[in-house]
């Protein structure tokens, strides 16, 4: 996110999984909210021409668009920013305290996954405690990611969100 923007607190993160949903969980979006867009199962034309029309529809709500890419690609698409593992992300993510402690640079970081989730059935969790433990060593804010909707983010009781399926129904 440019600096000069507020940090959003609810985000909608895309995937080969949400695609055919995603206009609708846009339109379901607060104002204000931010939406990630990944998409790494297209090929480079499809992926931009799917990106145009989805952050489109994200502007005229007032979302922020943030690009799953190099801060380079982020910019030439017009993105808000970038999203990733790279030294010069918008939004980090991270599964560990070491990976936390590596997004100092970013605007915010992704810290998952709290809760079990469908694209990692059975897959560990951190749940709330040790999400709330390694969160406060976060040197940015951390936006709680990993089986989370309205329901667990109001159980969680952490004020930023993002989630995958949340938004799709």
Same mark, same amino acid.
């Given at each position: 996110?440019?600096?000069?923007?507020?940090?959003?607190?609810?985000?909608?993160?895309?995937?080969?999984?949400?695609?055919?949903?995603?206009?609708?969980?846009?339109?379901?979006?607060?104002?204000?909210?931010?939406?990630?867009?990944?998409?790494?199962?297209? &090929?480079?034309?499809?992926?931009?021409?799917?990106?145009?029309?989805?952050?489109?529809?994200?502007?005229?709500?007032?979302?922020?668009?943030?690009?799953?890419?190099?801060?380079? &690609?982020?910019?030439?698409?017009?993105?808000?920013?970038?999203?990733?593992?790279?030294?010069?992300?918008?939004?980090?993510?991270?599964?560990?305290?070491?990976?936390?402690?590596?997004?100092?640079?970013?605007?915010?970081?992704?810290?998952?996954?709290?809760?079990?989730?469908?694209?990692?059935?059975?897959?560990?969790?951190?749940?709330?405690?040790?999400?709330?433990?390694?969160?406060?060593?976060?040197?940015?804010?951390?936006?709680?990611?990993?089986?989370?909707?309205?329901?667990?983010?109001?159980?969680?009781?952490?004020?930023?969100?993002?989630?995958?399926?949340?938004?799709?129904?």
């Amino acid at each position: 996110m440019p600096r000069k923007k507020p940090l959003p607190h609810i985000w909608l993160l895309s995937d080969a999984r949400n695609d055919a949903a995603l206009e609708r969980a846009i339109k379901r979006l607060p104002r204000g909210s931010g939406f990630v867009f990944r998409h790494y199962h297209l &090929q480079e034309g499809a992926r931009r021409a799917r990106f145009d029309r989805l952050a489109r529809l994200a502007r005229a709500r007032g979302i922020a668009v943030v690009l799953a890419g190099s801060a380079a &690609q982020a910019r030439r698409w017009g993105a808000d920013g970038s999203y990733g593992a790279h030294r010069n992300a918008t939004l980090a993510t991270a599964h560990s305290l070491r990976e936390l402690r590596r997004a100092s640079r970013a605007a915010a970081v992704l810290l998952s996954p709290v809760f079990p989730t469908r694209s990692h059935p059975g897959g560990k969790v951190l749940g709330p405690l040790r999400f709330r433990l390694l969160a406060a060593w976060a040197p940015v804010p951390v936006i709680a990611l990993g089986g989370l909707n309205t329901r667990t983010a109001r159980g969680l009781r952490w004020p930023r969100w993002a989630g995958i399926d949340a938004f799709l129904r």
